[in-house]
Nanobody, 119 residues
Framework: QVQLVESGGGLVQPGGTLRLSCEASGFIFGDSSMTWVRQVPGKEFEWVARITHGGQITGYADSVKGRFTISRDNFKNTLYLQMNNLKPEDTAAYFC????????????RGPGTQVTVSS
């Protein structure tokens, strides 16, 4: 079955950097668009970034554009999210999602990794 496991979260100061990873298994990773979303307790999922199956096309939420970069390594079955210049409002649990490009169905996702931005 599909398995997605995120890692790389943690506590970082404002302006800091983190790189999230998502290891995928149970499906042909290179055939699937992927998405990063985040969630603050009590709120709905917020779309962060997406990437097509080959990595040629990416999209970003306005709130992270210019600071975050989504990428993938289809040989390693791994999705990445490079997060630079982190802000306190980036604090959330981050999830990788297997979904069609542009889809808002976040059902197939990993358990998440917590990112906390605080001084």
């Amino acid at each position: 079955q599909v398995q997605l496991v995120e890692s790389g979260g943690g506590l970082v100061q404002p302006g800091g950097t983190l790189r999230l990873s998502c290891e995928a298994s149970g499906f042909i990773f290179g055939d699937s668009s992927m998405t990063w979303v985040r969630q603050v307790p009590g709120k709905e999922f917020e779309w962060v970034a997406r990437i097509t199956h080959g990595g040629q096309i990416t999209g970003y939420a306005d709130s992270v554009k210019g600071r975050f970069t989504i990428s993938r390594d289809n040989f390693k079955n791994t999705l990445y999210l490079q997060m630079n210049n982190l802000k306190p409002e980036d604090t959330a649990a981050y999830f990788c999602v297997k979904s069609s490009y542009g889809s808002t169905d976040y059902t197939v996702r990993g358990p998440g990794t917590q990112v906390t931005v605080s001084s």
